[in-house]
């Protein structure tokens, strides 16, 4: 377990509307540096709407988002580019640039900081890509990439300038078993290697088991639960339990 | 009457929307041009896709009309016994509307469908925000360099497709017709010079505008996924027809009171 430090990420009484749909109604969330977070909860209760938000990929409703003693609500597009450097994310799909080779993908953070081609920065790739288990894989294109595969090349795209925080947005959504574990090892190790900060979105309870410092719940736009791995998976809250196990209510 | 009247404020306020909209985007493109880092790289790649790819249309465009026109117009005016003015007439059309705006509707075919879809499908897919994520502005990278390449390209495309259409004229009147060659050439530098030339060529600037600024709009306002790319490439392509036709009418009075037709 990492130790926290001070706040990085503070969310106070945040709205999202989307359309007629109330996604967020008044989330309040630190998120300390270094701390591994795991936010859960059930399909569109806002989870993946939540981290586009931190990051200012799209605007909130009402609330402040502070990060990094930045309010980032009041920034406009182009203000928000030095903010978002401080944030790497990984995408549900990886959104890799699919014109680019993997080694092409994981050199743009680089390139578009400022960062000329030298084999310094062609070292730093290297050392990334093989940190990652794609080291001979520089060459492809995403197109040719397994799943699980181009996932790990969109973490190395992540990590590669090495931010304070990462974002991850459903790292183990559709994958086996096993890759789900690497991806679940590799997000541990980075942290650790990193000492970045994480925020994980997540359905899968055994990823929260392998990376979480601190799990939140979100329900109906809500913080149901927050607390420790352990508090949660001894939780005696019915919809906490419910979740976890993984149980329909039969009248739904 | 009060249905009427709500479609017609519906589309009004579309209209009016849309073109905001693009006006916004014209902004955000002056910014990346004048205050942003310039992509070069990116501007070559999208050099060859547009200018080294579009060679076959645009030469093939050029010399069909050239050539189809040279034909229609031989026989009207060998009835009037001005053989000789076909290779005059036809590069003046050539240099002035046909060049232009076939080049450009056959650009906006291409280059407007491929932009479009292309930037859909990073929409949907969720790479236009994972550019924005790492801090990079999508005009910066998707814009301006399709910009700069269509400006680089465009007037030479045009000037390519001029030339050809002037030459597949000539080897209909004087290959295929037997025009006299002395009286084709001495007509042909007699109506047209230079200033036909720019005037094709500026006319195709405000073409690639007018694409690039269409078709990556829509691009970057695809939703829905596949389907909504493929009704994105389809209205890029049918706006962008449709832009080029009604601004070339508009262009064509203007560039004619700044460049009038020589007098013979």
């Known amino acids: ?49 939540f981290l586009k938000l931190v990051m200012g990929l799209i605007p909130a409703t009402s609330g402040s988002i502070i990060v990094d003693n930045t309010e980032i609500t009041t920034l406009n ?15 549900q799909d990886g959104a890799l640039f699919d014109s680019l080779t993997v080694a092409e993908n994981v050199a743009f953070p680089l390139r578009e900081s400022g960062m000329k081609d030298s084999p310094d920065m062609h070292s730093r790739i290297h050392e990334v890509l093989a940190a990652v288990g794609l080291a001979d894989h520089g060459h492809k294109l995403p197109a040719a990439l397994s799943g699980g595969m181009r996932k790990r090349a969109a973490l190395a795209r992540a990590v590669v300038s090495r931010p304070r925080c990462i974002f991850y947005d459903e790292p183990t959504a559709g994958l086996d078993p096993i890759v789900s574990d690497s991806i679940d090892r590799l997000i541990r190790r980075t942290q650790l290697h990193y000492r970045c900060t994480s925020v994980v979105v997540t359905h899968d309870m055994r990823s929260v088991r392998s990376v979480a410092d601190r799990v939140v719940y979100f329900r109906e736009g809500l913080i149901h639960f927050e607390g420790s791995p352990d508090q949660l998976f001894s939780s005696t809250d019915p919809l906490v339990r419910q979740f976890v196990e993984g149980h329909c209510d039969e009248d739904e | 009457m009060s249905t009427f009247l709500s479609w017609l404020g519906g589309l009004v306020l579309r209209f009016v929307s849309y073109f905001g909209a693009l006006a916004v985007l014209t902004g955000e493109l002056t910014y990346s041009l004048f205050r942003s880092r ?3 790289a990116e501007v070559g790649r999208q050099l060859v896709s547009i200018g080294f790819g579009s060679q076959i249309q645009v030469i093939v465009t050029g010399a069909a009309t050239g050539a189809v026109f040279a034909a229609q117009v031989y026989y009207k005016f060998n009835q009037l016994g001005l053989d000789s003015l076909v290779g005059g007439i036809v590069a003046l059309a050539m240099c002035r509307e046909l060049g232009p705006v076939l080049t450009a509707l056959m650009l906006a075919g291409r280059i407007g469908a491929t932009m ?24 910066d990278y998707l814009v301006a360099p399709r910009f700069l390449a269509m400006l680089f390209s465009v007037p030479l495309l045009i000037g390519e497709s001029i030339r050809f259409g002037i030459g597949a004229a000539r080897l209909m009147a004087v290959g295929v017709y ?11 530098y007699k109506n047209v010079d230079h200033i036909d030339v720019i005037f094709g060529m500026t006319k195709g600037l405000a073409y690639g505008y007018i694409i690039v600024i269409m078709a990556c709009h829509q691009g970057l306002t695809v939703r829905q996924g596949a389907v909504g790319v ?6 890029a ?15 064509s009075l203007l560039l004619n009171y700044i460049w009038p037709i020589a007098a013979t």
Do not use: C
């Not at chain 1, 597009?77 to 995408?91: A, C, D, S, T, V």
């Open chain 2, 178 to 188: 037997n025009v006299p060659e002395a009286f084709y050439n001495d007509q042909l």
């Open chain 1, 77 to 91: 597009e182009r203000q928000l580019g030095p903010h978002r450097r401080k944030i790497g994310m990984l995408f």
């Open chain 2, 237 to 251: 392509v049918f706006y962008t027809s449709m832009a080029i036709l009604i601004a070339n009418f508009f262009l």
């Open chain 2, 38 to 40: 310039i992509r070069w």
């Open chain 2, 116 to 139: 479009a879809a292309e930037i859909g499908t990073m929409k949907v897919t969720e790479q236009v925000d994972a550019l924005r994520s790492l801090g990079v502005h999508p005009v």
């Open chain 2, 230 to 235: 493929g009704r994105g490439t389809t209205a």
């Open chain 1, 1 to 49: 377990m990492s130790t926290a430090g001070p706040p990085f990420i503070s969310v106070r009484n945040l709205h999202k509307q989307i359309g007629d749909q109330q996604i967020l109604r008044g989330i309040n969330l630190t998120i300390r540096e270094g701390e591994n977070l795991v936010i859960i909860g059930g399909s569109g209760t806002g989870k993946s709407v």
